[in-house]
């Protein structure tokens, strides 16, 4: 999965179906610790509060390898939480009405990790996104899953600056390198190198 895509796809069960083994109230609702396994196999087990999943709590997609162990409010991912995706990536951070919200990290299958802020399952504002292959950096600001505005990414041996539009480095740039401390400005689109690419196909 990529970390644009929409957790709707990961949508857990109504709280009213399947059988329930735990704490009620006055009510009959689910209120208080429980079970519950759905008709579909999945398995949420944690805090209820008045019928609704409220609080910590473990959820288990059984056709899939996902799972989500966090805060829940009125049956929604809100809080801190860890989401395993089916492909392996994970993420780890806030929710908010159970989208990817506040500061979190998401490591991608490939081993690339996102640190920063999200909005709406996107990311969005400061970030720094790690490329595991060659270790290479980018610290920039995100809007809506693209890296736009001033942006820096360091390799191993200079870093370049940039002003970042439609999520690539654009001219005029710096380069600056790590063992002299010597910088150059850019006027050579050629000499930008390869694009900047990162998870999420933005």
Not at 76 to 103: A, I, N
Request: net charge negative; no cysteine; aromatic share 12%.
């Amino acid at each position: 999965m990529s970390d644009t895509e929409s957790e709707s796809e990961f949508r857990e069960e109504g709280p009213s179906i399947g059988v329930y083994e735990g704490e009620r109230n006055e009510a009959k609702e689910r209120h208080g610790k429980g079970k519950n396994i759905f008709p579909n196999g999945d398995i949420f087990e944690g805090n209820y509060l008045n019928g609704a999943r409220n609080g910590y709590g473990t959820y288990k997609w059984k056709d899939s390898r996902a799972r989500y162990q966090g805060e829940y409010k009125d049956n929604l991912r809100e809080g801190e939480g860890d989401f395993v995706y089916p492909d392996g990536s994970r993420y780890t951070g806030h929710f908010e009405q159970g989208k990817r919200h506040g500061k979190g990290t998401y490591v991608y299958p490939n081993g690339d990790v996102y640190t920063g802020e999200w909005q709406g399952d996107r990311k969005h504002g400061k970030g720094i996104y790690t490329y595991s292959t060659i270790g290479s950096k980018l610290d920039a600001t995100w809007v809506e899953g693209v890296v736009s505005g001033v942006g820096k990414v360091t390799h191993a041996d200079h870093t370049l600056q940039a002003t970042f539009v439609n999520g690539q480095p654009d001219l005029p740039a710096s380069v600056t390198f790590t063992s002299t401390g010597w910088s150059n400005q850019i006027e050579d689109r050629g000499l930008l190198g390869r694009g900047v690419t990162v998870g999420g196909d933005e």
